[in-house]
């Protein structure tokens, strides 16, 4: 079965940490690049990061630049989201996406597959 999924969410306290992974199953990961979004409730979904097919160069969202380090290990056909310095306003569900980026690009804009989704809860 061809799929993403993801786990590793779950309830902390502002300032703890997570670290979700995004798991493929049915093919290789090494040749996508990997977007994660994240949506909380009543907001549109929002780009999280990005990390490259073949340089392995990442990118992150302002909001969550210098806190959150994505990471691949494709010997294990996995892409990581450490979440450091959670706050509150990181509460969402938190997805996955592989997509072949267009030339000239290091992020896919449309994605071959997609995870269900993880949530992350941020509150004391």
């Known amino acids: 079965q061809v799929q993403l999924v993801e786990s590793g969410g779950g309830l902390v306290q502002p300032g703890g940490s997570l670290r979700l992974s995004c798991v493929a199953s049915g093919f290789r990961l090494d040749n996508y690049a990997i977007n994660w979004f994240r949506q909380a409730p009543g907001k549109e979904r929002e780009w999280v990061s990005c990390v490259s097919i073949s340089d392995g160069r990442t990118y992150y969202a302002d909001s969550v630049k210098g806190r959150f380090t994505i990471s691949r290990d494709n010997a294990k056909n996995t892409v990581y989201l450490q979440l450091n310095s959670l706050k509150p306003e990181d509460t969402a569900v938190y997805s996955c996406?592989?997509?072949?980026?267009?030339?000239?690009?290091?992020?896919?804009?449309?994605?071959?597959?997609w995870g269900q989704g993880t949530q992350v809860t941020v509150s004391s």
């Open positions: 996406a592989a997509g072949r980026p267009a030339a000239g690009r290091s992020c896919p804009r449309q994605h071959d597959y």
